[in-house]
């Protein structure tokens, strides 16, 4: 089961307002399992940025001047591209679904149905009633490391939720000792495999035997005593 978790930064609230998306943030998972791969942009909204945002993500007007914009191939391409028709999972899924939508319909291009989007907020009240439920909480309640978030950033926070989300449909078992095929950068180079197994090697040195010389013969001497008695079931 092929899932997207992604996050973006905006300059506001609501793109009918004006408002647009700065960074696109999006991790691959399969079986709820991160598989290494993963889209990031930064984005020109070809805008000033307010300072409340700023304030959120960091990314000034400035910096983002010398990215593409939404439009542009490299952006909106690639990104349908490696979403393809997988289930798009983020944290208040409306507000990123709103935005994404805004740019496609502007395109015009397919957008994004409410069905394909999967809420882990929605998720965390059901399982958590009364709890808080931003990201940052339910981080600490499954004790994800945010040393790194001082500020919000698209990608980071995907990868923070692809945690939180793991825990939230069942826990860390369920990786089963499966790793990380590989590590992905922005050319999103697809692998035929999303996930190994680890190489199980052989040990070093053998371990010792837990049983005694005496304790071995004396079990050996009882079997013989069972004659066509014994029963045994493998």
Known sequence: MREIVFDTETTGLDPAN?????????????????????????I?????MPIEAFKVHGLSAQFLADFPTFGDPEICDAML????????????????????NY???????????????????????KKFPGAPASLDALCRRFAIDLKDRSLHGALLDAKLLAAVYLELMGGRERSFGFENS??????????????????????PKKIAPLLTEQEIAAHDEFVKTLGDKAFWVI
């Open 81 to 100: 591209e490696f979403i393809g028709d997988a289930k798009l999972i983020a944290h208040n899924a409306e507000f990123d679904r709103k935005f994404l």
């Open 182 to 203: 590989s590590s992905s950068s922005n050319d999103n180079s697809q692998n035929n495999s999303a996930m190994n197994l680890r190489k199980i090697g052989q040990r």
């Open 44 to 48: 020109n909204p070809m805008r000033d």
């Open 103 to 125: 740019e496609l319909a502007a395109l015009n291009l397919p957008t994004i149905e409410f069905e394909r989007c999967i809420d882990t907020i929605v998720i965390a009240k």
């Open 18 to 42: 004006g408002d647009k998306v700065v960074e696109i943030g999006m991790v691959e998972l399969i079986d709820y399992i991160p598989t290494g791969k993963y889209f990031h942009k930064y």
